[in-house]
């Protein structure tokens, strides 16, 4: 599914989000993002040991839910997610899909690229992306 340009702007100018995957009882596991439009989806960052990103690599269905600063507009994706992480992806490929969901997700750049690049691999950050089969919500 293609973003519409609507909803990729929703995306792009408002950040907060809540993930939610699923436990390997079946159980939901809701998760606080920081996230943005990218590529084909919307897409955060998390570390490897975290709770979403072993769910999600267990079962890669997941919905996000992107709220306005207020929580009065949403938007929520349902759909699937791709991870990029260092057991997936090239070092160069996930640095810059890491430096592009940095933007996506603040709007902006990083103040010194070199010291971001280097947490990413200390925290052995994963990119996700929720590519949505489905979207709906109040600003649609």
Not at 47 to 73: E, F, I
Not at 90 to 114: F, I, M
């Amino acid at each position: 599914m293609t973003l519409s340009s609507n909803v990729k702007q929703f995306a792009t100018e408002n950040h907060q989000g809540v993930l939610t995957s699923f436990r390997r009882n079946g159980m939901p596991q809701m998760s606080i993002v920081t996230c943005g439009a990218f590529r084909e989806g919307v897409a955060f960052s998390t570390t490897a040991d975290r709770a979403k990103l072993l769910n999600l690599r267990r079962d890669a269905r997941c919905s996000l839910m992107v709220s306005k600063q207020d929580w009065w507009g949403y938007l929520v994706f349902e759909g699937k997610a791709t991870i990029l992480a260092s057991d997936n992806t090239s070092v160069d490929e996930l640095r810059d899909a890491l430096r592009d969901v940095y933007r996506a997700a603040t709007g902006g750049d990083h103040p010194n690229w070199q010291e971001y690049d280097q947490a990413m691999v200390d925290d052995r950050r994963a990119a996700v992306i929720v590519v949505p089969d489905q979207i709906y919500g109040t600003a649609v």
